[in-house]
């Protein structure tokens, strides 16, 4: 079955630089969420949309914004990059907002030099 | 790489016997609850999940136990096998919120 897909899986940024990180859902899913995961850490939600629209907003920071595309896809862009910034970026998704289960990738992996 | 399960808590069991995972969740109005599984470099994975009106549920070789008196989530994970080795986080949806909140994970360890 078709899973999650994230891109690119590994990424190396210098400080002040900008990212993008982009997700592909299950098809037929309309919900993308975005986490950040530290190391030994458990995922911390950044941000999240349904229907191409922002949903629900965590602890994502200001030099960050995330959009959901047409065809669902989303985008994470990550601006002035820091070295706190490196971590693992999940993202998940689901058909709808209910009571169910969030799907995730294998997630991005960046790294800030 | 990086070990997802670096400074957390773990649990080291031989193949074959029985593993007992523990989450304390904190809001006692979350009514969805979930079990991730996580292995090295990959996301987390569904495992099995539970609604606060229940207090057990049982899939395929794991079982979810919920007691809401004291706020206390299990996984029971029978005839564990080398490939359960991972970090496993709870989650719990806090009533009204589609937003789960993850749990510290516990580092899985099955000698063979």
């Known amino acids: 079955a078709a899973g999650v897909i994230q891109s690119p899986r590994h990424l190396i940024k210098e400080k002040r630089e900008t990212a993008t990180l982009k997700c592909y859902p299950i098809?037929?899913?309309?919900?993308v969420y975005w986490y950040q995961q530290g190391p030994g850490q458990d995922p911390q939600f950044l941000i999240s949309?349904?229907?191409?629209?922002?949903?629900d907003k965590g602890s994502i920071p200001d030099r960050f914004s995330a959009q959901q595309f047409s065809d669902y896809h989303s985008e994470l862009n990550m601006s002035s990059l820091e070295l706190g910034d490196s971590a693992l970026y999940f993202c998940a998704s689901s058909l709808g907002q209910g009571r169910q289960p969030q799907h995730f990738g294998d997630g991005t992996r960046l790294s800030i030099l | 790489g990086e070990s997802v399960g670096l400074h957390l808590p773990t649990l080291s069991v031989q193949e074959g016997d029985n593993s007992i995972i523990n989450c304390a969740y904190s809001n006692s109005a979350s009514d969805y609850f979930i079990w991730y599984k996580q292995e090295s470099g990959k996301g987390p994975q569904f495992i099995i999940d539970?609604?606060?009106?229940?207090d057990k549920r049982q899939g395929q070789r794991v079982t979810v136990l919920l007691n809401k008196t004291v706020k206390h989530l299990s996984l029971q994970i029978a005839a564990t096998q080398p490939g359960d080795s991972a970090v496993y986080f709870c989650a719990e949806n806090f009533l009204g919120s589609y937003i789960p909140t993850f749990g510290r994970g516990t580092s899985l360890i099955v000698h063979p």
């Open positions: 949309f349904y229907e191409k629209m922002q949903s």
């Open positions: 539970i609604r606060s009106n229940m």
């Open positions: 098809p037929r899913h309309d919900t």
